[in-house]
């Protein structure tokens, strides 16, 4: 109680204390301005007028200041700075004008302290509060697997229970699992990620092989067309990464040119074409490539959400509305609803 009356007794000697400076030195600016103004003197008497109210504005500005809760105090030179502005904006009474804005503020605060913004913390996924999830099994599948504090078998059974589901959707949870501290859950995630690989391989290896004694421009076409679709099952499929990935991407695309050169009327091969030129991030080579699909008879509602990615990465964002709106019901995926609903809203 004695240290917060010392502290409030404190507070009070001090706004006394430049309550009066401030008072102070206007009375000696008005003192000197008057003296000059009555002297008959050579110069013109306007350039020391304005320097004592330079002068005394900024005094008056660092007394104001010790005023001031400490939050409005930083930064140190923008406070000051405006501060002495404001006082020297009115010659002689800009102190004091100052001053009592600072009374009436303190005396009448705002009433809506609820419309403060503050800074809050990002949240947190709890990954362990999933199971209390009535839907969406898969992912309470995968958030299990993550959670390290869950026991080693449940996360074995629920590891082995997500290798039915598509690589597509867990081959990057497959991936991060290679590192995991249990040594059978990395066996079982290597295992898995293996064996989709080898699967897909294997077809592209005896598929590679037919296309050496392929005698008739039709054959090539089809065996060039198959061996296109299986590069781009390893990109669909998150199999490849790296300088793998830059390979199959450019053998992916080299079957496909192949193909298009024997019959360039194959609109599904376009398409592919297409979509690998948006995994290489050439929004351009995309768009002329599913155009031409389009052009060969390609269903438009397939190929908008891939129109869509491509305007979205050249930036052209109302454009991106525009065509998620036009799919209207036929956005029944349910991956595709949510995202053709956020740019129709």
């Given at each position: ?216 421009d039709a054959r090539r076409h ?9 590069y781009f099952e390893l990109i ?16 992916a695309d080299r079957h496909a ?89």
């Amino acid at each position: 109680m004695r240290s917060e009356s010392t502290r409030r007794a404190s507070s009070v000697l001090r706004a006394s204390a430049a309550f009066a400076g401030i008072v102070l030195i206007a009375l000696v600016q008005f003192a000197l301005i008057w003296r000059i103004a009555n002297r008959h003197t050579a110069f013109d008497p306007l350039l020391p007028v304005v320097a004592i109210d330079v002068l005394g504005g900024a005094l008056q500005a660092l007394l104001v200041r010790a005023l001031l809760p400490v939050r409005y105090r930083e930064p140190r030179g923008w406070s000051v700075l405006l501060l002495w502005l404001g006082c020297a904006f009115v010659p002689l009474f800009g102190g004091l004008v100052v001053l009592a804005s600072c009374v009436w503020a303190a005396c009448y605060p705002r009433s809506h302290s609820g419309d403060e913004l503050d800074d809050v913390p990002a949240p947190e996924f709890v990954t362990h509060l999933m199971s209390r999830v009535s839907h969406g099994g898969g992912a309470r599948l995968q958030a299990r697997i993550v959670n390290t504090q869950v026991n080693a078998s449940d996360r074995l059974s629920a590891l082995v229970a997500i290798q039915t589901m598509p690589t597509r959707t867990t081959g990057t949870l497959l991936r991060e699992l290679l590192a995991d501290p249990v040594e059978d859950v990395r066996l079982i995630a290597y295992g898995t990620l293996d064996q989709a690989e080898n699967e897909v391989t294997q077809r592209i290896f005896q598929t590679a092989q037919s296309l050496e004694t392929a005698s008739t421009d039709a054959r090539r076409h089809a065996i060039n067309r198959q061996l296109a679709e299986l590069y781009f099952e390893l990109i669909y499929q998150n199999l490849v990464q790296g300088a793998v990935y830059r390979h199959t991407l450019e053998q992916a695309d080299r079957h496909a040119r192949a193909a298009l050169d024997i019959d360039d009327g194959d609109a599904a091969l376009w398409m592919i074409r297409g979509r690998l030129a948006l995994a290489n991030g050439a929004a351009d080579e995309a768009a002329t490539y599913m155009a031409r699909a389009q052009a060969l008879g390609f269903p438009r509602e397939r190929l908008v959400p891939w129109l869509a990615e491509v305007e979205f990465l050249r930036g052209d964002f109302p454009r991106v509305s525009e065509l998620l709106a036009s799919l209207g019901n036929a956005a029944t995926l349910p991956m595709l609803k949510p995202v053709a609903r956020y740019w129709s809203t």
